[in-house]
């Protein structure tokens, strides 16, 4: 798909496109990605795509619906803006691939917001845990760019919860608990136990040190137990700051740690494909 300044080629900005075309450079490079909005179709095969805020006419491979998430890569920006489609929101009804493609687009929406949210992190870690989500939407809020690729991350997640079903938990992307980690994503769902219902809660990210973390939390009542398995436990120091800058103390709660367990071989792959896949 090329777009073309004089607005001639198969994926167009409308007017003034040697102005528009300028702007969606600024600050790009072939080989990004970049996630779009389906806004309308126009003709067979061509649709309206909103990208950073820009209205692009598109010319599309699949046929999502509109208001669909679509995901492109930058293959080039000179002499002409060529995008390449990598996929469109799952709806196939093929569970199997219907969750391989939510998964996809919800990793790529994911790397995108924290690859914007990097020159933040320094601010956004220097918060105390409780005052950190105030902070985030104050960045939200400053940042447009910011706040639409953390809004894509959202959607995508929406789609994620529409396909598991509430059964399996509901999945939540918080990257302010850890904003220091990587691939942050929280699962909560509702545990049967006796005659008594817990809540469980599961917060996993990815370090350097550590590799992939994963945090369980259950809470009843006033009481809350949480477990934690390490891909590397290795870096006890790394793990104590991180449970530090993750597990607050709240007012009325205490939070008692049950123990520390290397992550299990069958939960590499990440709370994404037990919630898709399992089962």
Known sequence: MR???????????????????AQFRQGRRPGQKVRGTLVKWVSEGMAWVLIDGHHLLAQLQTRPSEGAQLLFLITRLEPDIVLKELSGVPGTGNPVGDGLAAAKSFEAARTLFENRLRPHIPDLAAKGPLHRPARFITLLA??????????DALVCAGRINLL???????????????PRSRRQLTCARTVAASANELTEIIVECETRELGLVRVEFLHKGASVGYRVKVQ?????ESLKRLLLDTVPASAGTEAQCLGVTKLPANEHGGLLAALLFSG
Request: glycine residues 16%.
């Open 3 to 21: 777009v073309r300044g004089n607005g001639s080629g198969p994926f167009d900005f409308g007017g003034n496109n040697e102005r528009r075309s």
């Open 142 to 151: 400053k940042d447009s760019s910011l706040f639409a690729a953390y809004t």
């Open 164 to 178: 598991a079903g509430p059964t399996s938990g509901m999945v939540a992307y918080q990257p302010w608990l850890a």
């Open 232 to 236: 590397r436990p290795a870096g006890s």
